[in-house]
């Protein structure tokens, strides 16, 4: 069971995961038996999204366009390559998948290891289709307007049940770039993970990738969990257990040198948004003090 108050009461992430898990725990340390999000956990997640994530999806999108220097194909280079290709590994229901193709042109890939969470990923992206995504002109000629906006959406945003394992094998190389949000920490080898996402990528091709630090200030981790949260126990549980695989920036930084990848730059996970926050319902994400992005460009 989940006692707020004791939850609240702990100083150290060691702490609560021997409250809450009676493990002892230290390093990285994958509690979790499985890497998938299902069933409750996955609904709960996805709805915890709609209804206080908005404004974080929007302002995660500007930061990746902002951070990996995004700009549409138009013109001759979209004649000779097509859109862009986005890679979401680990996209979970797609709701950053969703903005990301309101804010861009590109084509989109979402994969995520969990059926439950494609089934919510495609629910969500037909929703959406239908009621909010503007009909929309293919590159910059507008006589090429696409009519049936949810036909054309299913063909630029697509989703498949994948493991980031099997990324070269699923993806041909020249992917223009990849996402990973609030998911590196579920793969039990994030270096094996990188190394997929890396394989994937064209010359050029970057990768964004934002995620909470382990050894992030332990208040604001708990602060952080917010009301909406409290009021679903197996997401608290989640959020906890997930903390305690959480990687700290130095372990990626050695990730990046074993792995001989040269071009990097990890950042605090400030937004480089211009999004205002409008929506008093966003749970607060405190993204400064306790996430990094990290940027590798091959
Ligand atoms: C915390 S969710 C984040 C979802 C999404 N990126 C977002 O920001 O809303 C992490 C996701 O990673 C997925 N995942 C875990 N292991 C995976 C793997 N090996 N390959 C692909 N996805 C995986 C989980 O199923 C889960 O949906």
New binding site residues.
Partial sequence: MVNRTQIMETETLEEAIKLLFERTSTGRNCIFTQ???TGCV?SE?DSL?KSGRQETYKKIAEDFKRRVSYKDRVGYEFLMNGPNFIL??????G??SLELAEKTDAVIYG????ED?IELANMNRDKRAKENLPKRHVANDPSLEILDVAEYNKTRLRFDV????DLSTIVKKGVDFVI????LH??RNPQN?IDQMYSTLGTGGKIYIRDLKRDANWRTVLERIGEKRWSSPSLVIDYIG?MASMLTTPELEKIFLDLQIPNFTISDGSYLSTTEETNSNNIQEFASEVEYTCVIEK
């Fill in positions: 890497e998938a999000m996955a997640y999204g979401d590994v680990g996209c979970g229901s709701l950053l994969i995520d290891i969990s969470m994948r493991s980031v394992y990973c949000r609030n998911a579920r793969f993970a997930a």
